[in-house]
């Protein structure tokens, strides 16, 4: 492919972007000659200039610096510090222009960008304090211990579901998705088929309403996401536009793709609160909104983390690699969740106090989402 950008026409577009954002796949992208130091860093920062879709969105968040070109500006001047051009030697591994490199992707603070370096070199976003301290409000062992009857059932190593123990609340079903990856390993390829047993188990035993618990899940393939959420869709609805960037400017990008959740499978689609936390990302943030579509789902829990765009590989010019953000993703009605997450309707935090090892463990959240229930379905 020609140029800088990854795409030439819209037809390649399109196809790129339905390969990526259903399978859950990376594109790799043409390099470049190779080149010195320097100019390894303007190639990198000029890619996430002319490709990277939201980055005066993630720019404006950043406490430090006005703008891009001001990072750039900074970065260059470090590197400058550290391999001078007189001294080139100095530069023996390229552990200095890996870690401005590093140093200069992070600014963005975006999740879906990543560095990759030969000899086990790498980067990605660290999680943030915030998201440590809502992970620890979630604990898959204390939710079936201490709420499901019989510790629940496992099916697929991705979902966890049950009905809850307690007298008051053993008419309300609950289900864990750990994330939406498309597995490799054959014994679990086909994991997603199991969401039609379980839903048929919550047919079975006459559940009122399903607790659909996606704390902490990391995202995965959209496909898969979108599978699943048709099993709790009772109307079919659009749910999601993407762009693809296909030039240097900041809104230059393809015609729309729109995305929509349908009714499939075996179906439940009486009431169901959806428990969301910061930690819920990615493809987990498109079953968000596809499930958010239908009247009888309510999102309770904190806000999603923020991050849209599938991962677009591409090698650099001295043969290392990154991925980028590179679609741009809306609601239906173009509002942009990037950075900022999706907001629940009902917001229920977690207890933030340092455990007791005395106390048996609860889960705060859980236990709000569980009594708005009861006052939802009129208990």
Same mark, same amino acid.
Do not use: P
């Given at each position: +492919?020609? #140029?800088?950008?990854?795409? #030439?026409?819209?037809?390649?577009?399109?196809?790129?972007?339905a390969v990526v954002f259903m399978g859950g796949c990376n594109v790799f992208l043409g390099p470049e000659p190779a080149s010195d130091p320097q100019a390894v860093l303007k190639n990198l920062w000029t890619d996430f200039n002319?490709?990277?879709a939201y980055i005066d969105i993630r720019m404006s968040d950043n406490p430090e610096f006005e703008s891009w070109e001001d990072v750039y500006d900074n970065y260059h001047a470090l590197l400058m510090r550290r391999i001078p051009p007189d001294n080139p030697d100095n530069e023996r591994d390229g552990t200095y222009l890996f870690e401005t490199c590093k140093d200069m992707l992070s600014e963005l603070m975006d999740p879906h960008v990543s560095l990759f370096a030969p000899g086990g070199n790498y980067f990605w976003l660290k999680n943030d304090d915030i998201q440590k301290r809502e992970e620890k409000w979630f604990s898959l062992a204390v939710i079936k211990k201490n709420y499901l009857l019989d510790n629940g059932f496992d099916k697929g190593g991705f979902f966890t579901y049950g009905?809850?123990?307690?007298?008051?609340?053993n008419n309300i079903g609950y289900l864990y998705i750990a994330s939406f990856v498309d597995s490799e390993k054959l014994e679990q390829a086909d994991w997603p088929k199991? &969401? $039609? #047993?379980?839903?048929?188990?919550?047919?079975?035993? $006459? &559940?009122?309403?399903?607790v659909i618990d996606i704390r902490n899940n990391s995202g995965g393939s959209g496909q898969i996401a979108e599978y699943i959420a048709g099993r709790f869709t009772s109307a079919q609805?659009?749910?999601m536009k993407a762009r693809v960037k296909n030039g240097p400017g900041r809104n230059e990008f393809s015609e729309p793709m729109t995305f929509r959740v349908r009714p499939e499978g075996t179906r439940f689609t009486k009431p169901i609160a959806l428990l969301t936390n910061v930690a819920t990302v990615? /493809?987990?943030?498109?079953?968000? +909104? /596809? &499930?958010k579509t239908q009247s009888h789902v309510r999102h309770m829990g904190t806000t999603t983390r923020g991050a849209f765009s599938p991962k677009t590989s591409r090698p650099m010019i001295n043969g290392w690699y990154y991925t980028i953000s590179a679609y741009r993703v809306t609601d239906m009605n173009g509002e942009c969740f990037e950075g900022k997450g999706i907001s629940p309707e009902y917001i229920f935090t977690g207890d933030s106090e340092e455990e007791d090892p005395t106390v048996e463990r609860q889960d705060t959240q859980l236990d709000n989402v569980l009594m708005e229930v009861r006052r939802w379905l009129n208990y």
């Open positions: +492919m020609k #140029g800088s950008y990854f795409v #030439g026409k819209t037809k390649a577009l399109c196809v790129t972007l002319e490709i990277h009905r809850f123990k307690s007298d008051l609340y199991e &969401i $039609d #047993g379980i839903t048929a188990f919550f047919q079975d035993n $006459d &559940i009122d309403a399903v609805k659009n749910y990615s /493809a987990a943030e498109w079953f968000t +909104m /596809a &499930i």
